[in-house]
């Protein structure tokens, strides 16, 4: 029986990870901070099937000691501070967390589990002012934002670890990924919940920034496999998990009220407190690498996602009402 550890586990993607970890008869230990309250929700109903270990991407030892403890055979740094919006505001943070964070996982594997296999959660967001489209693995990076910055930092110490170390660490570059699961916080998730509290009569608006934006957006739970995947592949090494498909946000908009028979004009008001700084306007990935290394490809299309999102949350909010 294999073991894993996740960091992040908590989130969307962890959850959805150790879903298909446990459906494949890992032993998985899931790395939660220490704190009054413990939030569970996304995997309360796999908590009995787990174990889950106290640390924190910013305690050095405590993650030496999960690795000792866990004793794993494949290691998933999911953790970050992963808002976008976030990132602007606290930005020295999200350095610590999501840059300097994967050091620490790097360096506690090196120590403890240098044959474990290392899987880093590298972004789209890297891209930033996109320098070619569609983006593959050899796209030049030039990132928007506090968070891409540390995403790109976390990505190229991965990349040196893994060379100087001859560590198995890959790094997945993962486009858009949603699901019911998703934080309020992103666009994504906040249209679906707003769709659905506003067919409910709880509100009557839903305020936006740019709706021009566009996105490549798949399934998290496809993506998870996708991680697994490179995990498995005998030789570390970087892939981009998309769908190589572009939406804007105004397509996500419709197709969300649509769903739920609204009309978007008459709910949708443009906010100055939504526009990012430096926007990134375009960001479409292409996984043929994924396809052919791999045989990866996502499941799930633009439309079926949408709606997955916008039946949960209207399922949701009417248990609420």
Same mark, same amino acid.
């Given at each position: 029986?294999k073991s894993a550890?996740i960091t992040?586990?908590?989130?969307?993607?962890?959850?959805?990870?150790a879903?298909l970890l446990?459906?494949?008869? $890992?032993?998985?230990?899931?790395l939660?901070?220490?704190?009054?309250?413990?939030?569970t929700?996304r995997i309360?109903h796999?908590?009995?099937?787990m /174990?889950?270990l106290s640390g924190?991407?910013l305690?050095q030892?405590s993650?030496v000691e999960?690795?000792e403890?866990?004793?794993?055979?494949?290691? $998933?740094n999911?953790?970050a501070?992963s808002?976008?919006?976030?990132?602007?505001?606290?930005?020295?943070?999200?350095?610590?967390?999501t840059?300097?964070g994967?050091t620490?996982m790097?360096e506690?594997m090196?120590?403890a589990a240098?044959k474990?296999?290392f899987y880093q959660?590298?972004?789209?967001?890297? $891209?930033?002012?996109?320098q070619?489209?569609p983006?593959?693995?050899? /796209?030049?990076?030039?990132?928007?934002?506090p968070?891409?910055v540390?995403?790109l930092?976390?990505?190229?110490?991965?990349?040196n670890?893994r060379e100087?170390f001859?560590?198995h660490a890959?790094s997945?570059?993962?486009?858009?990924?949603?699901?019911?699961r998703?934080?309020?916080?992103f666009? /994504?998730r906040?249209?679906t919940?707003?769709?659905a509290?506003?067919k409910?009569g709880?509100?009557d608006?839903?305020?936006?920034g740019?709706l021009?934006?566009r996105r490549?957006?798949?399934f998290?739970g496809? $993506?998870v496999e996708?991680m697994w995947?490179m995990?498995?592949h005998?030789?570390p090494?970087d892939?981009?998990?998309?769908?190589?498909e572009?939406h /804007?946000?105004?397509e996500?908009v419709?197709l969300?009220?649509g769903f739920?028979?609204?009309d978007?004009?008459?709910?949708?008001?443009i906010d100055?407190r939504?526009m990012?700084?430096a926007?990134?306007d375009?960001?479409?990935?292409?996984?043929?690498?994924?396809?052919?290394?791999?045989?990866?490809?996502?499941?799930t299309?633009?439309r079926d996602l949408?709606?997955?999102m916008?039946d949960?949350?209207?399922?949701?909010?009417?248990a609420?009402v």
């Amino acid at each position: 029986m294999k073991s894993a550890l996740i960091t992040g586990i908590t989130g969307q993607d962890g959850s959805y990870l150790a879903e298909l970890l446990l459906q494949k008869g $890992y032993r998985v230990y899931g790395l939660t901070r220490r704190s009054s309250t413990v939030v569970t929700d996304r995997i309360s109903h796999l908590v009995d099937r787990m /174990t889950l270990l106290s640390g924190d991407l910013l305690d050095q030892p405590s993650l030496v000691e999960a690795m000792e403890v866990s004793k794993p055979d494949e290691i $998933y740094n999911l953790a970050a501070q992963s808002f976008v919006q976030t990132s602007w505001n606290q930005p020295v943070l999200t350095a610590e967390f999501t840059a300097t964070g994967v050091t620490r996982m790097l360096e506690a594997m090196k120590k403890a589990a240098p044959k474990a296999r290392f899987y880093q959660a590298s972004s789209s967001e890297m $891209y930033g002012k996109v320098q070619a489209v569609p983006q593959v693995e050899s /796209t030049p990076f030039y990132p928007r934002s506090p968070y891409g910055v540390a995403k790109l930092y976390g990505h190229w110490i991965t990349v040196n670890y893994r060379e100087s170390f001859n560590l198995h660490a890959s790094s997945g570059i993962l486009f858009n990924h949603e699901s019911p699961r998703r934080g309020l916080e992103f666009v /994504t998730r906040k249209i679906t919940h707003h769709v659905a509290m506003i067919k409910h009569g709880l509100t009557d608006e839903l305020r936006l920034g740019n709706l021009d934006a566009r996105r490549d957006w798949g399934f998290a739970g496809d $993506y998870v496999e996708a991680m697994w995947l490179m995990l498995q592949h005998d030789k570390p090494d970087d892939f981009v998990v998309a769908t190589n498909e572009t939406h /804007t946000v105004q397509e996500f908009v419709e197709l969300a009220f649509g769903f739920a028979d609204l009309d978007w004009k008459k709910y949708v008001k443009i906010d100055e407190r939504f526009m990012r700084p430096a926007e990134v306007d375009l960001l479409i990935g292409d996984p043929k690498k994924a396809k052919q290394k791999l045989n990866w490809e996502p499941k799930t299309s633009f439309r079926d996602l949408v709606k997955m999102m916008v039946d949960s949350d209207l399922a949701l909010i009417k248990a609420r009402v």
